[in-house]
């Protein structure tokens, strides 16, 4: 385990049953309250956008957009947020997705991508990639490129990987941490 790994996991709190019985949340707060701790998790994000080629920076709502927003400004690239569906004003692209409880829809305003953008999408934790997988979607509709996702955690045993392969054709995904 890397330094940098050994730094953001001593900063994730566990917390039991939340927001259900059975479920062990991964809680980032005590992470983002520490300033060397974000600031590492900032940069490293920020090298992968680099690394990928990213022109912009997605954000998927609501954690990717606290983690997005500074690693777009780090890497010097614009944010886009991806919002619930309805959250947005204007022309929105919207995609459905299957939850692990249900479904829901989630919206980018149309003109924020062009057909030479490279997108890095961001977000703190992939578990079954549906929400992801969607962006993905909504990304290639406005005619970009997905240069990769990112994640602080991925909770590799909920398979999302594999799920997310096929649409991310050949795209990286970097996973910070492996839970």
């Known amino acids: 385990m890397t330094d940098i790994q050994e730094l953001l996991l001593s900063r994730i709190r566990d917390v039991a049953d939340y927001p259900e019985p059975g479920v062990m949340f991964k809680d980032i707060t005590p992470l983002l309250a520490d300033p060397a701790a974000f600031t590492a998790l900032t940069d490293a994000l920020a090298e992968i956008a680099a690394d990928t080629g990213a022109t912009k920076i997605v954000g998927l ?16 690239l614009g944010f886009i947020p991806v919002r619930k569906a309805g959250k947005l004003p204007g022309a929105t692209l ?86």
């Open 61 to 76: 709502e609501a954690r990717g957009f606290i983690l997005g927003a500074p690693v777009a400004v780090r890497a010097g």
């Open 94 to 179: 919207r995609q459905a997705y299957d939850l692990e409880y249900g479904s829901a829809e989630i919206e980018v305003h149309a003109e924020d991508l062009t057909a030479g953008d490279r997108v890095l999408i961001v977000d703190d934790v992939l578990a079954t990639g549906g929400t992801a997988e969607a962006a993905i979607h909504l990304i290639q509709r406005a005619g970009a490129q997905v240069s990769g996702l990112a994640v602080l955690m991925e909770l590799g045993f909920l398979g999302a990987r594999a799920r997310l392969a096929p649409t991310l054709a050949g795209a990286p995904l970097e996973a910070l941490l492996q839970v």
